[in-house]
């Protein structure tokens, strides 16, 4: 087994999820680093956040793998006292490269919302949103087909037992005893998707991020309608990062197949920004959300 460089990972990442897969307004690649430094160990995390670039300066990492990127929008200064600034200065300084893949990991095929609609048990996936001159497969969201009928709930209900745990829960808006059998999903924000998911047949669209004004006017476009797509909205962080234990393995394959042993491991830190909710009672009006009593309670605990 050879030693691999911060090219070699850059290369197999390359293979894996390829660049020309990103959105146009999209940053990816390497943002800090030498190409020829070695890479023996490397971090794969979700955000290039303060918390993260700390555990892979501390731990002695060569090379740090994100999904979100640590430079999405230009910067006119690395000055250490700016955020972004006193980022790219730690990890260079502890000699530790950063590279990530966004959007071209969300659309290529086995990455980020593939994932997400294996769990939910979707066949016959197709992207919401193919990407122009990639091979078919590839593109943003996905739509596919449950086995059977499923209630808007029961699905809920599963994201919230295979997610990690997060304050903001599992969120439904439309009717949670609809049943459905077409699906939708995109990890990540994905409010701006809405024609593509109506336009797919969808019963039932799950994604994160949902404002306030695109989702109250997609229930009343439904409305006016079947009454579809009804929403479900998790977390950003829990949904994007059950793909990090998939990418770990596929970059560990291909580091193997290509003669290079690398040591790779995946953070645990918990980068979701919200750490405490407040319940309310809701009043118990026609029309009004159903809930349940004890999450309503104010005495009751929270879950995390």
Not at 136 to 146: K, Q
């Amino acid at each position: 087994m050879s030693t691999a460089t911060v090219t070699t990972i850059m290369d197999l990442c390359e293979e894996l999820w390829p660049a020309s897969y990103a959105e146009s307004w999209d940053t990816v690649g390497l943002a800090v680093g030498d190409p020829a430094a070695p890479v023996r160990r490397l971090l794969l995390a979700l955000d290039p956040v303060d918390s993260i670039v700390a555990e892979a300066v501390d731990g002695g990492y060569d090379m740090l793998v994100t999904h979100h990127p640590l430079l999405l929008r230009g910067v006119t200064s690395v000055n250490a006292g700016t955020l972004k600034g006193g980022a790219v200065h730690a990890l260079i300084r502890a000699g530790v490269a950063q590279f990530n893949a966004h959007t071209n990991a969300d659309s290529a095929r086995g990455g980020v919302t593939d994932v997400l609609a294996e769990v939910l048990g979707l066949t016959g996936t197709t992207p919401l949103a193919p990407t122009a001159e990639a091979p078919a497969g590839v593109g943003i969201g996905r739509v596919g087909d449950l086995p059977g009928p499923q209630t808007v709930e029961s699905l809920a209900r599963r994201l919230a037992a295979v997610l990690d745990a997060t304050v903001t829960g599992v969120r439904i808006a439309g009717d949670p005893d609809a049943e459905v059998t077409r699906v939708a999903v995109l990890g990540g924000a994905g409010d701006s998707m809405f024609d593509a998911v109506r336009g797919s047949g969808a019963g039932v669209y799950i994604t994160s991020d949902l404002r306030h004004h695109p989702a109250t006017e997609a229930r009343d476009t439904a409305h006016r309608t079947d009454g579809t797509p009804h929403l479900i909205d998790i977390s950003h962080w829990a949904a994007e990062a059950l793909w990090l234990d998939r990418a770990a393995d596929q970059l560990a394959t291909a580091a193997e197949s290509a003669g290079h042993e690398i040591d790779i491991t995946v953070s645990r830190i918990r980068t979701d920004p919200w750490t405490l909710r407040i319940d309310q009672p809701l009043d118990s009006q026609p029309g009004s959300a159903r809930t349940d009593p004890e999450s309503t309670d104010p005495s009751s605990p929270t879950e995390d």
